[in-house]
């Protein structure tokens, strides 16, 4: 890697925050959140492995900067969605979209790779 690029990668790295949620039902509600602001963003939640452990992150913010949200299941994960209540926050793992329309349904992203520098866990 050259200088210029250590220089940029280190740059990027300084933008970034990370928040690391003791359960998923914490780092939901930022969707939850979002989903009911004046915009209506709701952001994508990721699944990816890192240091040989499954973590579901998703990232808030812009390239200028970010904040990571994250959070290590002990279980895997099997299921394709996320039911969120919006009126309880309550959640449920799901194989797919349903007719709940008080619910969003979150896709849950399998990523291969992602190069964002995790802290150590």
């Keep these: ?23 998923l039902e914490d780092m939901l509600k930022v969707i939850l959140y979002s989903s009911q602001s004046p915009i209506g963003l709701i952001p994508m939640l990721y699944h990816t492995i890192k240091n040989n452990k499954e973590v579901l992150f998703i990232q808030t913010g812009n390239i200028g900067g970010s904040t990571i949200h994250y959070f290590i299941p002990s279980e895997g994960i099997l299921k394709k969605y ?3 209540k919006r009126l309880t926050g309550e959640f449920n793992f799901v194989d797919h979209i349903g007719l709940d329309t ?8 399998e990523l291969d790779e992602a ?3 995790f802290p150590k866990y």
């Design 1 to 23: 890697m050259s200088n210029n690029e250590n220089n940029s990668q280190s740059d990027y790295n300084k933008n970034l925050v990370f928040f690391k949620y003791k359960s």
């Design 82 to 84: 996320i039911q969120l």
């Design 102 to 109: 008080l619910s969003i349904y979150v896709p849950i992203l």
């Design 115 to 117: 190069n964002i520098p």
